[in-house]
């Protein structure tokens, strides 16, 4: 067919990445789908200046927060109304007739249709705004508002500069990656009051997020103890008035009827893992109600550093109850719901609706690990959710799995295997409970017993003394199968003479509760006492490395939740383990993430302890360490994840099909890389 005159000129095609793009009018694109060569169409007039103001502005409205929410994916409505010359970089793949193809692709390049219940309809653009504007470096830079995740401040090349519209936004110096990240780690060196560093860490994350991750993943040893307990402890209790700017989802019990609404209105639309707090148990603080959102945001700071799991895919959600902590209901600078904590049927609705929503959002394949809720909720939702949802209890099963591995590497030392030892826990919560089930069942997979033969040699301590048979009435029903036949004993040192135990495990959240005596007493049952002081933060840490090593003698195999510094005693130098849960949730996450797994299992939780277990060297155990060095976490993450993923396949619960032959070189192949991209 030949091109009329007219037709040549109208012709507006554009010849990009192979394809032919971006054309002004439907009558137009159908003119050109219809059997006319795009080879003849001529190139498309240059834009017109005053359009690229007008763009600009609208993209610092974008940027700056002031737009609406909810983009409509039509350039009649909101974004093209007011932008006019924005350019859609979504794909169009038209078959016979112009008519959208099926396939993966639910979106149709911006004319506010995508696909849902198998048609394109018209609707609300699930991408946002960043989806419909053109230079989306120029967008986030310099306004940081959607995310850094293209930001590379001063790497940008002068090729990008120009290409971007950031020349003059810069200083002339262009730095490679590697610079910028020793200039960082020396600004963060330079600060000594923790709750700075984790603020100057917090805004690198807002600003530029692949330097945040490279710095967090170069020195994961330094940084964590920043981005994560202890000093993520004291950031929850003033995060009132620290707080600059929203970093995750707030569902608070305002939201009821409308939590789906409140999902749909976070910017990502594709998630893998949610963690998801209510404050009520924050660490061993206690209620921090609203101001919990710290915990979420560290933990998914580190599921991307330590595990790779991109860190577009991770939401950190809070729900807001209410608090019953007076101290932040008086403060004037308290974020959250000012009022009690709801609790009952009021609280479980709001849970009920949230879970239903995060399903019907973002699939079953979504990990949502709850963190941080008090032991009365904790095991009731996930009993609750398990059977449903793809949910996950790090304080219960993360635990469970980092402690068990730690006792599996312990006993390297003292001989024998789990069913041949005694083991005393210090704390019957959500961890001593957790823990203690996870080693029941271990002892009964390795010595084929039933599990509940395996927990007789099992003894829990609560704030009531020691837990036995004659308390069952008054005990909670997740320590009743710990209640074992003995006479009541008050006081843990009394427990520990009646037991000998081989391990000491504690998780009460009391401080200095393992005194001098307590540990001499373990030294005088055990050649090489296995004590774990797992309360978080530091100050209720049960006792201190340097104190486990004195007065043991230096005999005991210390572990403990928060890092302490290595112990010089008797001219020797000890390194103290440190039972840090990241060792075991960012590669169980990515485990499940990459397995497309649909349930949880206690089988998954056991394989990653196993497989953390067993990267214990013998060169590690020469220096004492029960734990391999969390320098190479990626790693670990990468062996614990192939690990998971394998026992998921083997479950039958993966859906991500075919299995991959080589799990651990997937996993490694599927994890977030924080170098900077280049851009045309
Ligand atoms: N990997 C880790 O290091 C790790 C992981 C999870 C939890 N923790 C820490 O463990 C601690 C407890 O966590 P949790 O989730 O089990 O809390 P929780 O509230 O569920 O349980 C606390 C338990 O301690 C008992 N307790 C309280 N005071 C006591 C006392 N004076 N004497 C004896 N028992 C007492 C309670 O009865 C309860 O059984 C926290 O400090 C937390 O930070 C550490």
């Known amino acids: 067919m030949e091109h009329s005159e007219r037709q040549k000129k109208e012709c507006a095609y554009e010849r990009r990445g192979g394809r032919w793009r971006s054309p002004p ?50 350039s009649r409505r909101i974004v093209g109304a007011k932008i006019g010359a924005v350019r859609y ?43 419909h504007s053109v230079g989306r470096l120029r967008r986030e830079w310099p306004f940081p508002a959607e995310g850094s995740g293209h930001n590379k401040g001063l790497s940008f090349t002068e090729k990008e500069r120009d290409a971007h519209y950031l020349r003059g936004l810069l200083p002339p110096a262009v730095l490679p990656q590697e610079l910028q990240e020793k200039r960082l780690l020396q600004n963060v060196r330079d600060l000594k009051d923790p709750l700075q560093r984790y603020m100057f860490l917090m805004d690198l994350q807002e600003r530029n997020e692949r330097l945040f991750y490279k710095l967090m993943i170069d020195n994961v040893e330094e940084l964590l103890p920043v981005v994560y307990t202890p000093t993520v402890g004291e950031a929850c209790q003033k995060y009132g008035s620290i707080f ?25 639309k594709s998630i893998q893992v949610i963690v998801v707090t209510d404050g009520e148990r924050i660490l061993g603080l206690g209620d921090l109600g609203c101001q919990g959102m710290g915990i979420p945001v560290g933990k998914l700071a580190l599921y ?39 609790t009952g049927q009021e609280y479980a609705e709001l849970l009920d609706e949230f879970m239903a929503a995060v399903k019907q959002n973002y699939g079953q394949k979504v990990l949502v690990q709850f963190e941080d809720f008090a032991n009365h909720n904790a095991f009731t939702l996930l009993e609750k959710y398990r059977p449903t949802h793809l949910a996950f209890n790090d304080d219960i099963q993360g635990t469970a799995a980092v402690v068990l591995a730690g006792l599996i590497a312990g006993l390297k030392f003292v001989g024998g295997t789990l069913a041949d030892h005694t083991f005393l826990f210090f704390g019957a919560g959500e961890a001593g409970t957790g823990i203690a089930e996870l080693v029941a069942l271990e002892i009964s997979m390795q ?9 007789k040699n099992i003894w829990l301590v609560d704030s009531k003394g020691l837990i036995v048979s004659s308390r069952k009435d008054s005990i909670q029903p997740f320590k009743k199968l710990y209640a074992h036949e003995h006479e009541p004993v008050k006081d843990l040192l009394s427990a520990i003479k009646d037991i000998k135990p081989t391990a000491l495990i504690g998780s009460a959240g009391v401080g200095q509760s393992f005194t001098k005596e307590v540990i001499e007493a373990m030294s005088s049952i055990n050649k090489r006492p296995i004590i774990l002081a797992l309360s978080n933060p530091t100050s209720r840490s049960e006792c201190t490395a340097e104190q486990a090593y004195s007065w043991s003698q230096g005999r005991a195999i210390f572990g403990s939740g928060s890092p302490f510094d290595p112990v010089k005693y008797n001219e020797k130098l000890f390194v103290p383990a440190q039972a840090n849960n990241a060792y075991i949730f960012p590669g169980f996450g990515l485990g499940v993430v990459i397995s497309g797994a649909i349930r949880v299992k206690d089988d998954m939780v056991l394989a990653a302890a196993e497989g953390l277990a067993e990267q214990v060297s013998s060169e590690h155990f020469d220096k004492g360490l029960i734990y391999p060095p969390f320098s190479s976490i990626r790693k670990i993450s990468a062996n614990i994840a192939a690990r998971v993923a394998a026992k998921a396949y083997d479950l039958g619960l993966a859906s991500h099909l075919p299995r991959p032959r080589d799990l651990v070189k997937y996993a490694e192949s599927c994890m977030y890389s924080p170098i900077y991209r280049s851009y045309r």
């Not at 970089?89 to 008519?99: A, D, E, Q, V, W």
């Not at 970093?247 to 976070?266: A, F, H, M, P, T």
């Not at 010595?447 to 927990?455: G, I, L, N, T, Y």
């Open 25 to 74: 009018t439907k009558r137009r694109r159908r003119h050109h789908v219809f059997g006319v060569p795009p080879r003849r169409c001529t190139p498309p007039p240059p834009r017109a200046p005053f359009m690229r103001g007008l763009q600009r502005r609208s993209l610092a409205r974008i940027s700056s927060g002031e737009a609406p929410s909810r983009w409509w994916c039509s």
């Open 447 to 455: 010595s084929k017993v039933s599990q509940e033969d395996a927990r």
């Open 89 to 131: 970089h979504g794909r169009t793949t038209r078959g016979r007739r112009g008519r959208p193809l099926g396939g993966r692709r639910d979106h149709d390049g911006g004319r506010g249709r995508r696909r849902r219940g198998g048609r394109l309809r018209r609707g609300p653009c699930h991408r946002g705004p960043a989806h």
């Open 304 to 342: 991307t550093a330590l595990g790779g799991v991109r860190p577009s895919a991770c939401l950190p959600i809070t729900i807001d109850v209410g608090t019953n902590n007076e101290e932040l209901l008086n403060d004037e600078f308290y974020i959250g719901l000012r009022q009690k904590r709801a």
């Open 244 to 268: 600059r700017r929203s970093q995750g989802l707030y569902i608070s019990l305002k939201d009821r009827g409308r939590v789906l609404e409140v999902l749909r209105n976070w910017r990502e």
